[in-house]
Antibody
Framework: QLQLQESGPGLVKPSETLSLTCTVS??????????WGWIRQPPGKGLEWIGS???????YYSPSLKSRVTISVDTSKNQFSLKLSSVTAADTAVYYC???????????WGQGTLVTVSS | QSVLTQPPSASGTPGQRVTISCSGS????????VNWYQQLPGTAPKLLIY???QRPSGVPDRFSGSKSGTSASLAISGLQSEDEADYYC????????????FGGGTKLTVL
């Protein structure tokens, strides 16, 4: 059974860079035809797609976050990562990593990790 | 506001059939497949419907999806108390070099 687990700091200071890692177990991140990506949910609000990376390395980012986001894959560790720079309080959210069987259909999710942006 | 429009709330009694709508445009629903998610309180979202009307393994056939033009719908028949959750639609949008868009979510209450 595929499992995903987010890890990273739960508190980030304004203007700094948020860094999260998603560790995949029970399957290979190099498996063909899947996307791997990040979705966030501010407290009490809806879902927002951050971006995805295809197993071959192509990246896709939310237009509103594109200038601040980088998603990368480390196949040797079976992990993928999110970096979001210049964070503000508006970036406070639960961050989920997920596997996508098509670009907008995430069929496996991590449990989510709350990241708070505060000084 | 969200690119895909959903009613903020819906309700029904046990056993009823309820539908949740998702309205978009030619750049998203009109030209791409729609997916639906269920999010129970305090948990990660779960893929409920993909490719407009396909159910992942384990999803009861009480849940069904459809699409027509620039709108899509999620139908839940034989409503059960455990169906009380937030429901989100999602699709690829071809504008701005392409990106995923979500609906704002619909809170379903089982009365």
């Amino acid at each position: 059974q595929l499992q995903l687990q987010e890890s990273g700091p739960g508190l980030v200071k304004p203007s700094e860079t948020l860094s999260l890692t998603c560790t995949v177990s029970g399957g290979s991140i190099s498996s063909s035809s899947y996307y791997w990506g990040w979705i966030r949910q501010p407290p009490g609000k809806g879902l927002e797609w951050i971006g995805s990376i295809y197993y071959r390395g192509s990246t896709y980012y939310s237009p509103s976050l594109k200038s601040r986001v980088t998603i990368s894959v480390d196949t040797s560790k079976n992990q993928f990562s999110l970096k979001l720079s210049s964070v503000t309080a508006a970036d406070t959210a639960v961050y989920y990593c997920a596997r996508f069987l098509s670009i907008a259909a995430a069929d496996y999710w991590g449990q989510g990790t709350l990241v708070t942006v505060s000084s | 506001q969200s690119v895909l429009t959903q009613p903020p709330s819906a309700s029904g009694t046990p056993g009823q059939r309820v539908t949740i709508s998702c309205s978009g445009s030619s750049s998203n629903i009109g030209s791409n497949i729609v997916n639906w998610y269920q999010q129970l309180p305090g948990t990660a979202p779960k893929l409920l419907i993909y490719s407009n009307n396909q159910r992942p393994s384990g999803v009861p056939d009480r849940f069904s999806g459809s699409k027509s033009g620039t709108s899509a719908s999620l139908a839940i028949s034989g409503l059960q108390s455990e169906d009380e959750a937030d429901y989100y639609c999602a699709a690829w949008d071809d504008s701005l070099n392409g990106h995923v868009v979500f609906g704002g979510g619909t809170k379903l209450t089982v009365l």
